[in-house]
């Protein structure tokens, strides 16, 4: 089974034959068969050689970079394998198509709403006082049918986060992890630093994902499709953030496996120190390969062949073969 490297300190990135060799700041060498390699997470500041790129696109291996404060910046994409002229044309015409995009981006919206009350369900039943934020977030859901715009529908799922995140204070119970506002590039406190690297950990799974169906990622429905973004991991993305990342965030929290201690300032922002980074990789790791009940598949999956299976949702709805509906925890 292929698996996800994690690379936290700076060195240089080499091929030895079909295998990639790490060579860290003390010259110690790390080996990895690439075809047992995934994708890779890299943190640290380093050096790739063009023969090691070339063998990356030969097994269909992302390369994914996070800056100084663990913020995701870009990826190495190799060539596309699943290219689909097909699907790549419906992408395009429900993008295109002002009612059909509305129609997807709505979803979108949905399902991120509908997994927060369910996590103010999970978290009230545990005796947060989330009474009035959870009627909050429905009032909010029941706007998005008849909105006309994108822009409105942005702005309701920007409401529903604001008033979300107000929450967390509520289900965290830590001083050292008040919430106190929003910030990014660089976040200004603890608990922005957790939920920015937990979402960029989440954008790059889902790019992941993507990359294995016939989905083209640059094309998405509810953020504008641009230069600069994958939007339709995004998209994706919203959906499972209060499933995978917000909870992760309160696990760690309340079993105190990251603490006050494990953060430093840095220019003005707050970050990670590389112990804490790796243990929460580590636990991210673990919530994906984590295994739900599927009601339609009556099986059990893990929440990464859950985002495929999103994906494959999506592609089904496109070629017009079934309705596309979010996934939605059932707590």
């Not at 060579?23 to 090691?52: A, C, Q, W």
């Not at 509810?222 to 998209?235: A, Y």
């Not at 673990?286 to 859950?306: D, G, M």
């Amino acid at each position: 089974m292929r698996r996800t490297i994690y690379i936290l300190s700076d060195g240089k990135l080499r091929k030895r034959n079909n295998t990639m060799m790490f060579v860290d700041t003390e010259g110690k060498k790390h080996y990895s068969p690439v075809e047992n390699i995934d994708s890779i997470m890299v943190f640290g500041r380093i050096s790739i050689s063009n023969k090691l790129l070339e063998l990356f696109t030969q097994k269909g291996t992302l390369v994914h970079f996070f800056n100084f404060y663990e913020y995701y910046v870009g990826t190495y994409y190799p060539r596309e394998k699943y290219a689909s002229g097909l699907v790549l044309l419906k992408q395009v015409e429900h993008y295109l198509d002002c009612t059909k995009r509305l129609h997807l981006a709505r979803k979108f919206v949905e399902g991120a709403l509908k997994n927060i009350i369910q996590n103010l369900k999970y978290y009230g039943e545990r005796g947060a006082d989330l009474g009035e934020t959870e009627r909050s977030i429905k009032g909010l859901l029941q706007r998005i049918t008849p909105v006309n715009s994108i822009e409105q529908l942005m702005a309701i799922e920007g409401n529903a986060r604001d008033i979300y995140y107000r929450s967390f204070d509520k289900i965290i119970k830590n001083d050292d992890f008040a919430f106190e506002t929003r910030t990014r590039r660089p976040p200004e406190n603890r608990l922005n630093a957790l939920i920015s690297l937990g979402n960029s950990l989440l954008y790059v799974t889902v790019l992941n994902e993507i990359y294995k169906t016939h989905l083209d990622p640059r094309i998405g429905y509810l953020h504008t499709t641009n230069r600069r973004h994958f939007t339709l991991s995004l998209d994706i993305a919203e959906i499972f953030k209060p499933i995978l990342v917000d909870r992760l965030i309160f696990t760690v929290i309340h079993r105190k496996q990251i603490k006050k201690s494990d953060f430093r300032e840095g220019s003005g922002g707050i970050i990670l120190k590389k112990e804490a980074l790796k243990l929460f990789t580590k636990e991210w790791e673990n919530r994906l390969k984590t295994t739900v009940y599927h009601r339609n598949l009556k099986r059990k999956v893990s929440y990464r062949q859950l985002i495929r299976i999103e994906n494959y949702k999506i592609i089904r709805h496109l070629i017009g073969d079934r309705e596309y509906f979010p996934y939605v925890t059932r707590r």
